[in-house]
C-alpha cells in the first residue's frame, strides 16, 4: 500500500519554484579563433537562443578588403 503522500512518505507542497517564472537572463557571446569577444548581447531566459543569435550576427561589422 502507497501512503497518501507519495511513495516515500513525502507531502507534496506544490509546483516546482524552477517553473514559476523565475526572472533570469541569458549571455550570448561570439569570440574569434582566439577567444577574444567579437559580439556580446543578453536576452531573457525565455527567449529562445536562436532569436538571440540571430541579432549577434547582424552586430557583426562587415569585413572590407581590397578584393
Known sequence: MIPAGGK???TLIGAN???RCP????IHLITDQDKLAVSLGIS???V???L???SLVRGFAR???RR
Request: net charge negative; no cysteine; glycine share 14%.
Open 8 to 10: 516515500n512518505g513525502a
Open 17 to 19: 519554484p524552477a517553473d
Open 23 to 26: 526572472l533570469a537572463s541569458n
Open 44 to 46: 531573457g531566459a525565455d
Open 48 to 50: 529562445h537562443d536562436s
Open 52 to 54: 538571440g543569435l540571430e
Open 63 to 65: 569585413i572590407r578588403s
